[in-house]
Each structure stands twice: as structure tokens, then as C-alpha cells.
């Protein structure tokens, strides 16, 4: 079992910055996937960021140059590094985890982002 907290998110003007973490609780993380989705009021759900095991990264194409994913295996955390955040982005962000398959999630942190 692996359960996921995310913190982070807020209140923010546009063109400003966010971090988001999450925290990870289960033995799998260093073996695992990891990444990040988002919700907007009104949409569906979609992909922002992935990390695999090894460290490979991958973005949804709207959010490359501004958000960057990071792990850091001796914390079980993964983080989320949002930049030049638009009103667009604002969302329920939620981080997941990925082992052989099986997905777990977690609450989720909302962005809010102001014009």
C-alpha cells in the first residue's frame, strides 16, 4: 500500500510560482513512477508531469518550460515546481503514484491562480 499527501498549493497572481510536494508513505517508492495531474473546475482530469524510476521526466505539452517534477528518494517526496503559473492552471492537483500497473492517489492540493 502507498499513501500519498500533497501540500503546497494556494493562493497566487498570475506569473507567480508554487511548489507542490507530496509525500510518500510505502517500502515501493524508489521503484516506482511517480508524477502529477490536475483538475480544473469543469474539466477533465490530465496529465502534467511524470518521473519514472530512473528519473526520466515527461510534461504535458502546455506546461513544458514552466513546471518542473523532481523526486528525492532518501524523503519518499516528489515535487512539483510550478512557474509562470496562468489562470488556466488553476486546478486540483494530484499526485500518483505508479507500481507495475496499479495507480494510487492522493487528495489532491488546489492551485488557485488569479488574473
Known amino acids: 500500500q502507498v499513501q500519498l499527501v500533497e501540500s503546497g498549493g494556494g493562493l497566487v497572481q498570475a506569473g507567480g510560482s508554487l511548489r507542490l510536494s507530496c509525500a510518500a508513505a510505502g517500502r515501493i517508492f524508489n521503484d516506482a513512477a511517480m508524477g502529477w495531474s490536475r483538475q480544473g473546475p469543469g474539466k477533465p482530469r490530465q496529465m502534467v508531469a511524470h518521473?519514472?524510476?530512473?528519473?526520466?521526466?515527461n510534461y504535458a505539452d502546455s506546461m513544458k518550460g514552466r513546471f518542473t517534477i523532481s523526486r528525492d528518494n532518501a524523503k519518499n517526496m516528489v515535487y512539483l515546481q510550478l512557474n509562470s503559473l496562468k489562470p488556466e492552471d488553476t486546478a486540483i492537483y494530484y499526485c500518483y503514484c505508479n507500481y507495475r500497473g496499479y495507480y494510487y492517489w492522493g487528495q489532491g492540493t488546489q492551485v488557485t491562480v488569479s488574473s
Open positions: 518521473i519514472s524510476s530512473s528519473d526520466n521526466t
